[in-house]
């Protein structure tokens, strides 16, 4: 699936392993086409298929993009349901869907992802014994 070229998806990396340094938490991107159910269902389905819910602290977060479909959901783990207001990622959402507007995708998820970090920092601030525990790429999937 060729959403993203080769260095728009480096750039959403970065963006990712810049989110993490300074958080515990955990982010993942995952693009699909379209989205053929609820898209926080859909959401929540990838989650864990990706194993996002077994981070130690419960504390990952999944950005979830359907580009034909035009939806999008930001979704997080136990972990951090627990600590957070009820409207923690409105702020995000908003942000993102202001670059979507405009038909910049990579943008909105970079801004996505600078936000959330800085989210999850709060929560979930970096710890001396923190390790990635994801992967940082892009997942891209096929639908079913």
């Given amino acids: 699936m060729a959403v993203f070229t080769e260095e728009e998806q480096q750039r959403i990396r970065t963006a990712i392993e810049n989110a993490e340094k300074h958080t515990s938490g955990q982010?993942?991107?995952?693009?699909?086409?379209t989205c053929?159910?609820?898209?926080?269902?859909?959401?929540?389905?990838?989650f864990?298929?990706?194993?996002?819910h077994k981070t130690?602290?419960?504390?990952?977060?999944?950005?979830?993009?359907?580009?034909?479909d035009r939806k999008f959901a930001i979704?997080?783990?136990?972990?951090?349901?627990?600590?957070?207001?009820?409207n923690f990622w409105d702020d995000t959402k908003e942000k993102m869907?202001?670059?979507?507007?405009?038909?910049?995708?990579?943008?909105g998820i970079v801004t996505g992802l600078?936000?959330?970090?800085g989210h999850l920092q709060k929560f979930f601030p970096h710890l001396a014994d923190s390790n990635n525990e994801l992967s940082d790429d892009v997942a891209f999937m096929d639908g079913e």
Wanted: charged share 25%.
């Fill in 75 to 86: 979704i997080g783990d136990a972990g951090i349901n627990k600590v957070v207001p009820a």
């Fill in 114 to 117: 600078e936000i959330s970090g």
């Fill in 36 to 46: 053929s159910e609820d898209v926080l269902d859909r959401a929540a389905k990838y």
């Fill in 56 to 68: 130690k602290l419960r504390n990952g977060v999944l950005i979830y993009v359907a580009t034909v």
């Fill in 97 to 107: 869907l202001e670059n979507f507007k405009y038909g910049n995708l990579v943008d």
């Fill in 48 to 52: 864990h298929q990706l194993d996002m």
């Fill in 27 to 33: 982010i993942r991107v995952c693009i699909e086409k």
